[in-house]
T-cell receptor, first 111, second 115 residues
């Protein structure tokens, strides 16, 4: 079963690029990686999803190396409103589907 | 297009009572997932349902917890004889028929407090 680990917390300043890495050493060939943002007292909000290499959308980029044992969420030019907890989710598609959330990274953006 | 709806948003129960949590998926979505989040912790998968079928309940406690997603109406997560340890936020997510959960859309959650 894939276990996902993330740094507990990170601090950054407004305007900087933030990279948050998730380790998923036991990921299988067909498993997907998704990242979510969660504000206090709210449900997680989808940010980006990928399978391999690099994916970019209007809010973030996702880098997945060839061995897929980790993935990195990149947030360009963060603002105060990006202060939140960020979770990676590994969707295991082999056999019965399983959904393994990471431990979460608490990002604090400072002025 | 309304998002995932959950109600109630807050629920208070005394030990031994039943808690019933409802989830209406996004329009067009036929897959529903339930997660539990303890204070200051991450989300833990509980159950994955499609209309009238439980696909994966590997994260559900063996006793007191059950879930259903009937042909008509919302998905229900039912907790019988609640205990203080059941106090948590319960989130529901949905995904379209073409997906198996690669992209899930979450509701606002139900915060259960057991006194």
């Amino acid at each position: 079963l894939a276990k996902t680990t993330q740094p507990i917390s990170m601090d950054s300043y407004e305007g900087q690029e933030v990279n948050i890495t998730c380790s998923h050493n036991n990921i299988a060939t067909n498993d997907y990686i998704t990242w979510y943002q969660q504000f206090p007292s709210q449900g997680p909000r989808f940010i980006i999803q990928g399978y391999k290499t690099k994916v970019t959308n209007e809010v973030a980029s996702l880098f997945i190396p060839a061995d897929r044992k980790s993935s990195t969420l990149s947030l360009p030019r963060v603002s105060l409103s990006d202060t939140a907890v960020y979770y990676c989710l590994v969707v295991m598609t082999s056999g019965t589907y399983k959904y393994i959330f990471g431990t979460g990274t608490r990002l604090k953006v400072l002025a | 297009n309304a998002g995932v709806m959950q109600n109630p948003r807050h629920l208070v129960r005394r030990r031994g009572q039943e808690a019933r949590l409802r989830c209406s998926p996004m329009k067009g979505h036929s897959h529903v997932y339930w997660y539990r989040q303890l204070p200051e912790e991450g989300l833990k998968f509980m159950v994955y349902l499609q209309k009238e079928n439980i696909i994966d309940e590997s994260g559900m406690p063996k006793e007191r917890f059950s879930a259903e997603f009937p042909k008509e109406g919302p998905s229900i997560l039912r907790i019988q004889q609640v205990v203080r340890g059941d106090s948590a936020a319960y989130f529901c997510a949905s995904s379209p028929p073409s997906s198996q959960g690669e992209t899930q859309y979450f509701g606002p959650g139900t915060r259960l407090l057991v006194l």
